[in-house]
């Protein structure tokens, strides 16, 4: 027995049914979360001295790492970005 399989969009969270502005919204924070996520990996600190680094609380980035997307902001992550040299570039196109 074959399973079907239904072609989805680039977005997961509009295949999930969230309105086209809150998907590509959610999809923004996922993905500067997966990179804040990438500098505590790569870092090989522990999480109390890369949220010093971070600007932020051991807890709160418990909170990231557990994919915890509702209690960040886009501004928010960005900046945790820029703390730890990581240029994030905007492109606007049209729909």
């Not at 969270?13 to 996520?37: N, P």
């Amino acid at each position: 027995m074959n399973p079907e399989w239904e072609e989805g969009s680039e977005n997961v969270f509009k295949d999930l049914g969230f309105s086209e502005t809150e998907a590509e919204h959610l999809m923004i924070r996922s993905r500067l979360m997966l990179e804040v996520e990438r500098f505590v990996e790569r870092s090989k600190l522990s999480q109390r001295e890369a949220a010093k680094i971070l600007g932020i609380t051991q807890p709160r980035l418990n909170d990231l790492l557990q994919g915890k997307i509702q209690k960040f902001s886009i501004d928010s992550l960005v900046k945790m970005l820029s703390k730890v040299g990581v240029h994030v570039d905007v492109h606007v196109s049209a729909a």
